[in-house]
């Protein structure tokens, strides 16, 4: 079972998925590092800057690719990996693969990204509005699981998560 944990920049992608594998015993992948990784980039805004989003997506592809074959994992997406098919098919390729949605709403996002600088698509009010509603539905038909995350404690939606999974 691979447990792949996608949502909006801000939904708490990586700090979920880091607790929720070392609760499961699964190896854990942050694909946002391991794009940075790859590219020999300091950071993502470096790589939107020198090398272009195209890049950036295509990097993504290939770190999709290489985690198709560990099986048992837990992988935080980026925020942008629901506009690529390829992607999610490559990320979700057995049957008892799982996607789980962590729901935030923008006021939160908002309120947990404002003093953070390393998000390319966050620097302008009115587009992350504009992505935010053109992506909620893809989330929403990507998921398996839809798990809300505003006001709630790490620990409590990782079990949360856990609970959803073992009723699957
Ligand atoms: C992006 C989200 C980011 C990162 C990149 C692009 C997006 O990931 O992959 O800045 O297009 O929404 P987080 O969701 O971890 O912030």
Redesign the pocket.
Known sequence: MKIILI?????G??CIGRLLARKLHLPFFD??KL?VKKSGRKN?NEI?QKDGETF?RNL?LTIAKNLKYNKKSCV?????VVINNNIMNLLKNQKSDIVVFLKTSLKTINNRLKNTH????FSDRKNTEK?FKD?SPLYKFYADIIVSTDNKELNNITGEIIERINSV
């Open positions: 949502g909006f920049m801000g939904a992608k990586s694909m946002d794009v993502i939107f950036f993504e935080a997406t980026g925020g942008g390393d998000r390319p698509h992505l992506r």
